[in-house]
C-alpha cells in the first residue's frame, strides 16, 4: 500500500474530520448527480486545487481517480436499454442517443467521487485513517484487524510476488491444469503460513504486554482550521444540492 | 463487483445501510463473543492474504479477467460472521485508499460480498459436510459454495443497479450472473484447491470449527429471517407479465389455454397472493415470506435426511470395521 509522507497543513488536520468532510463531499456529490460543465468542473477544480494546497501530487489524484472508469462505463452502458422498446438494432441505437447525458452523468459522478476519495488518501497516513476511524466510532475489532491488517498486507504481497516469480521461473512450460494446481498449491501455503503467522505474531505481542487495545501515535486535536474544513465541506456539499433542487 | 459511488439512489442505498449497520454491528458482537485476540490477530493476517491473493488474476474469455474474491473462503475456514468482518475490512480499505467501490456504495458493496458472499460459501459447506464428511464431499461443498456466492454476489448486484433505476434487469442481471458465473468457475477452482491443500496438509485448521457451526440452527434461522424480509420487501417487484415459459406457451398456441391460466391442479396461492386475504398488499407480501419459508424448509428438511442417512451407513460401516 502506499503510504503519504508527506507533512503539509492539511497532512496535519484531524483525520477523522477529513474522513467526515470527504464523506459529506461524496454525499454531496451523489445527491446532487452532477450534469453541467459548470458543477462538474467546480467540484474537479476544488479537489484539484486543495490537492495543490495539501502538496499533493495531482498526477497521482487524477491517475488514481480514473480507477473507476471500467466499471462506471460498463454500468451506464445498460442504462438506456430501459428505454428500448423492440428489440432492434435501430430501438438500441435511439434509445443511446436519446439518453447519452444520463450515461455520461453515471461516469462523471463516481469519478469526481474517487477523486476526493485520492485526495483524502494522498493526504492522510494510514496510521492517521485508521486513529480517524477508530474517533468516528467503527467497532473495535474492525480497527484492531485493519491495524494488523495495514501491517502484514505487504509481508503478504512480497511474499505471494517471489513466489509467483519463482513459479515463473522454475515451471514456464506446463499445462493450464498444472499450472492451476500449482497456485492452488501456492495459495494453499501462503494460507498455512498467514496461520501460523498470525499465531507468532500474537505470542511476540503478548510478550510486549499487549492487551488487547492498540497504541496509536499523538492524537491530533481538533482545531479551527479543523472546524473551517468540515463547515466548507457542508456548505460546499449543500450548495451543489441545492442547485439541483 | 465493487459498485461505485453514484450507481445506486438514495433509497436503495440507504436500506443497504441499514442493513449493513445491523450485520456489521452483529458480526462484530459475535467476534467478540466467540473469538479472543489470537483470533482476531489471524483475522487481520487472513485480511491480508486475501487482500494479496485478490491481485492473482485468471484470464477469461476475450481478453478479459477475473479475479479471486475470498468471500467463500473466509465463510468456510473463519465462520460467516468472522469472514464478513475481514471481508468488510477488506472492501473499507479498498474504498479508503484505492476508490474500488464507492463510499455511498459502501453499503452494498458490504452486503453483496461479506454478507452474502460469506454466508452462501459458509452454509453451502456446511450442509456438505454434513451430508458426507469426505474428503470430495467437502471439496465439492466449497467449490460449489464459492461458485454460488460469486453469482449470488453478481445477482445481488443487478437487482440493486435495477432497483436504482441504473440499469434495465433483463440485460444486467443476465450480463452480471453470465459473466460472473464465468469468474466463479474461476473461484470455485482456487476455492476447491486451497482446501484440498489445506485437508491433505494441515486438516486440523478445517477440523478447528468456529463456535457457529456447532449450533448452526441459530444461523439457519437468522438465514430464514433475513430471506423472508427480502422476500416481503421484493414480492411488490413480481412482475405480472408471464414469464418466459409462459409467454412462449401462449405465443405458440400450445396445448390447452385453460390448463396454462388454471393449471392442473389448483396453486395454493396463485399469482403469488394469498387466497381469502381480501388486503392486496398483505397477500403478496404473505405469500412472499410463506413462499420463502416453505423452501427454505424442503431444502433444510431435504438436507437433514441426506445427513442422518449418511450418518446411518457411516455407522453401519464402523460396525462392520469393527466386527472385521
Redesign the interface.
Known sequence: MSTSTSKSQAHKLAPQVKILAATVLVFGIVLSAPHTAFTVASIAGLVLLLGFIAQASIRKILLGSLVVLPIAVMISLFYPLRFVGEWQWASITAAYLAHWQPMLQLVITPWLCVMVMMLLAHTTTHAQMLFGLERLRLPRVLVMMLSFMYRYVDVMKNQLQAAHRALVSRAPTLSRRKQVLLYGNLAGSMLIRAYDRGELIHAAMLSRGFSGVLPVAQAPRIEVKDILLAAGATLFAAALIMMQL | M??????LD?KTFGTLWAGAFAG??YA?YW??KNFD??K??????????I???Q??NFPIAGGTSGH?TGGALLGI?LGAWPGA??M???L??Q??????G???TLAANIVNLSFIGCFTGALVYQVFVRISKSFVSKIAGASLGAFLAVVFSAAAVAIQ?WAS????FT??FT?MVFWHSIIGVGEA??T???I???LK??PQ?LEDEPKERKGSMKSVVVVFAVAAVLAASLSFLASENPDGLEYTYHDMEIGTVEIAEEGLFPAPMPGYTIKGVGNETLAIVGAGIIGTLITGLFVWALALALSRRNKGQGTKETNAEDAS
Open positions: 465493487h459498485i461505485p459511488d453514484g450507481m438514495t456489521i454491528g462484530g467476534v467478540r485476540n489470537s482476531i490477530v489471524l483475522m487481520a493476517v487472513m485480511a491480508a492474504l487482500f494479496a491473493l491481485m492473482l479471486f475456514m468482518i475481514v468488510t475490512g477488506v473499507l480499505i474504498a479508503l485508499f484505492f476508490g474500488d464507492g463510499i455511498t443497479l433505476n441504473t440499469a434495465e440485460a444486467a450480463a477452482v482456487i476447491g484447491g486451497i484440498a491443500y489445506l496438509v494441515r485448521i
